[in-house]
């Protein structure tokens, strides 16, 4: 279970990966032939409004590196911008908890007896990058972990798909891939070229429910070094009903602690 964790928080380390160098000039200038085209494409997704107060999750949640592979339940529930609370269960017992707030990220987990609590500034000290909340929310959400509005894209039709591609900055590349019928959100790839690492995140289809739109599931392949993959299957979700998010650390825990 600890694993599972580790692993959320290493996507988002690929996922917030920033780059110092700013686009020169002459990319600019090569992009304006093909800005308008992406404006519309990215436009057009966030016209798919997520407007909900809370949303619940269950799941089945596949993991698999080199060593293992297991398969756990997972329900999650969400309260929009505020709360993400995530209980792991093997066999209908509990395992593991996280609560993720916009201020805070704990969890914690049964099989060491051993808890994780702190801000974003203790993770972003400890991976050396930037994280937040939104991050989170938006990739179990089938949205782009990025906002596509504050970066310049080329856009192309690829695979039948929508795609929108960075200008190459420095060591990052970024690939995000759209349905064509309704500029849902399909695949977002994030490249880090130096330390050979990436992730690719895809939504195998949507489901229209109380008109919104969200995914029936979530697949994630990481590689660095090794591979590791989850895949997160959606088996009932419920929106805007009374939720709680029961989260204590238990007694006698071991704390995990990042110098």
């Not at 593991?96 to 972003?124: H, M, W």
């Not at 990058?129 to 179990?140: A, E, G, I, R, S």
């Not at 782009?144 to 509005?149: M, N, V």
């Amino acid at each position: 279970m600890k694993k599972f964790f580790a692993f959320l928080i290493l996507v988002l380390v690929f996922a917030s990966c920033k780059t110092k160098k700013t686009v020169t000039e002459q990319s600019v200038s090569k992009e304006v032939v093909v800005d308008n085209r992406a404006k519309e494409i990215i436009e057009k997704h966030y016209e798919n409004k997520i407007d909900f107060q809370t949303v619940s999750i269950r799941s089945v949640a596949d993991y698999e590196d080199q060593k293992q592979a297991i398969s756990i339940g997972a329900d999650i529930r969400i309260k929009k911008d505020e709360v993400i609370w995530i209980n792991l269960k093997f066999f209908g017992i509990p395992m593991a908890k996280a609560l993720i707030t916009p201020t805070r990220v704990s969890y914690y987990e049964k099989t060491n007896n051993t808890y994780f609590d702190g801000n974003y500034s203790i993770l972003t000290k400890m991976i050396g990058t930037d994280l937040d909340f939104q991050k989170v929310q938006n990739l179990l959400l089938g949205r782009p972990i990025d906002d596509l509005t504050k970066e310049v894209f080329i856009a192309e039709i690829v695979a039948n798909l929508f795609q929108l591609k960075s200008i190459k900055q420095a060591d990052i590349e970024k690939l995000f891939r759209f349905e064509t019928a309704n500029y849902l959100l399909k695949e977002q790839f994030i490249n880090q070229i130096s330390k050979n690492r990436n992730v690719l995140v895809t939504y195998p289809s949507f489901t229209n429910q109380d008109n919104i739109f969200l995914p029936t599931g979530v697949s994630i392949i990481a590689n660095q070094q090794n591979q590791v993959k989850i895949n997160v299957a959606y088996k009932k979700i419920t929106f805007n009903e009374s939720s709680s998010f029961p989260y204590s650390i238990p007694e006698g825990y071991s704390q995990i602690k990042i110098d």
